[in-house]
């Protein structure tokens, strides 16, 4: 499961955010949501998975993102392009849907 987890982070592209719920269900299983967590919260190599780009179903970005916590999230999300406001991102605007 956390080779899939990680293979999906590298098909976001720049600019675009995803949900712990989205990834789930690219999973088979939408309730797998902590699961997902759990496994960023463990990642590897931030740099091949960017883990950064993964905010919860209403935007919010992660008070423990395990790479610097969140003020870091919020610096890499602005640095690709992201407008982060009260630490949330506009899923509208930024949620990447793969077709």
């Given at each position: ?24 269900q ?23 998975y ?50």
């Open positions: 499961m956390k080779e899939k987890v990680y293979e999906f982070l590298q098909t976001i592209p720049k600019g675009k955010v995803v949900t712990y719920k989205q990834i789930a690219y999973l088979g299983n939408k309730n797998l949501s902590r699961v997902v967590g759990n496994i960023l919260h463990n990642n590897p190599n931030e740099s091949k960017p883990c950064y780009k993964v905010v919860n179903s209403k935007g919010k970005l992660s008070e423990s993102f395990a790479f610097g916590g969140i003020e870091k999230q919020k610096e890499k999300l602005e640095k690709d392009g992201i407008e982060v406001n009260n630490y949330t991102v506009d899923l509208d605007k930024y949620q990447y849907r793969a077709e």
